[in-house]
Nanobody, 110 residues
């Protein structure tokens, strides 16, 4: 079984930054994709970014993974009110099985 625990959410002013972290426990394979989704009230859950290893930048967001520690981080800069949502850590195994964290709230004040 896989457990995902997120941390780092909170309240930030527009233009500010936040770093979300997720730690996976259980049996984790290097081939598992890890990433972040978000869901705002009334909206569907949407993929923010997903990664197998290393780091990449997607606009204002940088996702990075440490396979040795089974962690995936999401660095968010220049946050906008529309970025406010519950952010969920995700692990995707073999493009079939999804595991989810409990979610962490990100609130952006204008």
């Amino acid at each position: 079984q896989v457990q995902l625990v997120e941390s780092g959410g909170g309240l930030v002013q527009a233009g500010g930054s936040l770093r979300l972290s997720c730690t996976a426990s259980g049996i984790i394979f290097s081939s598992d994709a890890m990433g972040w989704y978000r869901q705002a009230p009334g909206n569907q859950r949407e993929l923010v970014a997903r990664i197998i290893s290393g780091e990449f930048v997607k606009g204002r967001f940088t996702i990075s993974r440490d396979n040795a520690k089974n962690t995936v981080d999401l660095q968010m800069i220049n946050l906008k009110p529309e970025d406010a949502a519950v952010y969920y850590c995700n692990l995707l195994r073999a493009n079939i099985r999804n595991y989810w964290g409990q979610g962490t709230q990100v609130t952006v004040s204008s």
